[in-house]
């Protein structure tokens, strides 16, 4: 395995040399490329990712992800977005699920779903129009954007619980109903068992009972909303992994962003990182290796070895240390 290793901006420096140091734990035949991409470039170059990050991406197999800085340019273009696009990955996949000894603003601990959004259409689009007072955003939906993440979710759903939650807005925009119509169709011949929820009811449903679902599958604004929501339930930004999936290529990241408010304090939660690791192993088909990880996660959050943001006062390098020392303990 080729994997490109882009640390970017803020504490993105701070969590991924963390996330890598489990990856190298393990011993596994990977080959890391570091590539400079995000704020800390484009100050000094005015790029922050250029063609040739691009292809060097392109020549992996799969991208660890940090985050990137925003810079303050009203013509810069998102990098994410960029990335995403041009590496053709279609499915945004966030795991909602307990951590041992961490309870989320909600109080739930019974939950574990998968919210799987489509990431490259939808109103995230890009087409855009500004007519002097109306500005408009076109939503696209297509059959063949719909089935594939259809496709992706039922047979994720194939692995878990076998239920597919299809989340949309058919009763307002015709877009949805295409949407929804494929979904169906593709759960139908795949032989998965599917409902479907009008995505404001979702949003009450998904917190009130998280318990119910396995598989959810949606739109991109829905679902980068449905997503952020879910956070509720785990307990902190730093302990949140995902995943953007296509035919070639595949990227990991945390969901948090650079947190400039703490970076450089040496307090930011490594977590999110290393179960984007976690979720690497598993694309990647190193299933026992991934367990391994999620285990000494679980295993150090649960003996209270934790960061700040979980009201602990380890710090970044210990509780990786502490991860890596589980690992260790196990193999
Ligand atoms: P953020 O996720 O960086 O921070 C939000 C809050 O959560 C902050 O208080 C931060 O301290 C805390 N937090 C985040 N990750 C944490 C961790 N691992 N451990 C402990 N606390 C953590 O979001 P924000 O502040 O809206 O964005 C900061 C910058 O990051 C912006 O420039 C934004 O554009 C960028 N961003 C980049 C993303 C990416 O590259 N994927 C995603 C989100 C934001
Ligand atoms: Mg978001």
Redo the contacts with the bound molecule.
């Keep these: 395995m080729k994997l490109a290793v882009v640390e970017?901006d803020?504490?993105?420096k701070e969590?991924i040399p963390e996330a890598v140091k489990v990856l190298d734990a393990l011993s596994l035949p990977i080959e890391k490329v570091p590539v400079e991409i995000g704020?800390g470039k484009w100050k000094k170059t005015g790029y922050a990712i250029t063609d040739e990050d691009i292809e060097t991406l392109k020549n992996c197999d799969c991208i660890l992800?940090?985050?990137?800085?925003?810079p303050p340019d009203p013509e810069y273009k998102s990098?994410?977005l960029t990335i995403r696009k041009e590496l053709d990955m279609y499915a945004n996949i966030r795991p909602v699920k307990p951590l041992a000894g961490i309870t989320g603003v909600t109080g739930k601990s019974d939950f574990n779903y998968v919210i799987v959004r489509e990431n490259t259409e939808g109103l995230y689009s890009g087409i855009e129009e500004i007519h002097d007072d109306v500005a408009y955003t076109t939503r696209v939906v297509s059959r063949k954007g719909s089935k594939r993440i259809a496709e992706y979710a039922c047979k994720l759903a194939k692995m878990r619980n076998n239920n597919v939650t299809i989340v949309h807005k058919s009763n307002v925009m015709k877009s949805d109903k295409l949407f929804l119509d494929v979904c169906q169709q593709t759960a139908e011949s795949g032989d998965v068992n599917y409902s479907d929820t009008l995505v404001d009811a979702m949003a009450y449903y998904l917190i009130t009972y998280p318990e119910k679902y396995d598989v959810v599958v949606t739109t991109n604004l829905f679902g980068d909303i449905l997503s952020d929501m879910s956070a509720a339930h785990i307990g902190?930004?730093?302990l949140m992994p995902s995943a953007n999936i296509g035919e070639e290529h595949a990227f990991f990241?945390?969901?948090?962003?650079?947190?400039?408010?703490?970076a450089g304090e040496k307090?930011?939660?490594?977590v999110?990182a290393i179960l984007s690791i976690k979720m690497l192993l598993q694309w990647y088909g190193y299933n026992n290796e991934a367990s391994l990880v999620e285990r000494s996660v679980n295993y150090t959050l649960n003996k209270g070895i934790k960061?700040p943001?979980l009201g602990g006062e380890y710090t970044t390098e210990e509780l990786g240390q502490a991860v890596i020392d589980s690992i260790n303990s196990q193999v």
């Design positions: 970017g803020g504490i993105g969590v704020y992800f940090g985050a990137v800085t925003t990098v994410l902190s930004m730093g990241e945390p969901v948090h962003g650079s947190a400039p408010d703490i307090i930011a939660n490594p999110a960061t943001d």
